[in-house]
């Protein structure tokens, strides 16, 4: 996964894009130290679409995308990383657009790879 920063143009026609707006929720009941808690998810929803069904009627399901609102529960952060790395021929990049990117839902997709990498 890549962290691009977002443009002010859309992709290239050629492009086949999935896009994926996900949200994670947290709870702060592990202390981090006397003063800190860290915020560990325990939920993220996603909901993606593709080409196929942009316009179609909210989480009505679609051909390609299948179900189009996930709730990811067990190890959340885990099982949306596989989701997204799932192969999808039909598409050659993937978008996936947080609720808050900047100052919170990206911080757990970083730390994991760290994790990973290490």
Known sequence: MIYEP???ELPSVVDKVWYIFYDFETTQNTRHSDK???H????????PFCSQCE?????GDCVRCVQRKHSFWDDPLGIML???????????KIVAIAHNAKAFDLHFILNRAIVIIK
């Open 6 to 8: 977002v443009k002010d």
């Open 36 to 38: 800190a808690s860290l």
């Open 40 to 47: 560990v998810p325990d939920l993220v929803s996603g909901q």
């Open 55 to 59: 316009d179609a009627e909210d989480g």
């Open 82 to 92: 596989t989701y997204l790395s799932k192969p999808r021929p039909w598409a050659n």
